[in-house]
């Protein structure tokens, strides 16, 4: 099975920027969709970003503009550079494999999970 792992969270000031990285541990992407979710507390773990293996992106409306998915299959490592960062973006992110080719936007769709890393936006 492996594993994925996420890391780039942080403390950030509002405005400011961080990178993820979702490194695959004993397992490949192959041809796979992978997604980024986020949870804050209290709330459910909502849709922020994922990227097929062509490159085609999707987005939150939330984030759009502000954040930029991207992937290097050679290295099977997602990235999310993540500028603008807002109080609100405060949550753990989630890195995911969908385990098919096409992307989505419910984490019901996803197979695979990290154990997430914690971004926090200070106002």
């Known amino acids: 099975q492996g594993q994925l792992v996420e890391s780039g969270g942080g403390l950030v000031q509002a405005g400011g920027s961080l990178r993820l990285s979702c490194a695959a541990s004993?397992?490949?992407?192959?041809?796979?969709?992978m997604g980024w979710f986020r949870q804050a507390p209290g709330k459910e773990r909502e849709f922020v970003a994922a990227v097929m293996w062509t490159g085609y992106s999707i987005y939150a409306d939330s984030v759009k503009g502000r954040f930029t998915i991207s992937r290097d299959n050679a290295k099977n490592t997602v990235y999310m550079q993540m500028n603008t960062l807002k109080p609100e973006d405060t949550a753990v992110y989630y890195c995911a494999d969908r385990g098919q080719a096409w992307i989505g936007r419910r984490p019901s769709e996803y197979e695979f999970w990290g154990q997430g890393t914690q971004v926090t936006v200070s106002s």
């Open positions: 004993g397992r490949t992407f192959s041809n796979n969709a």
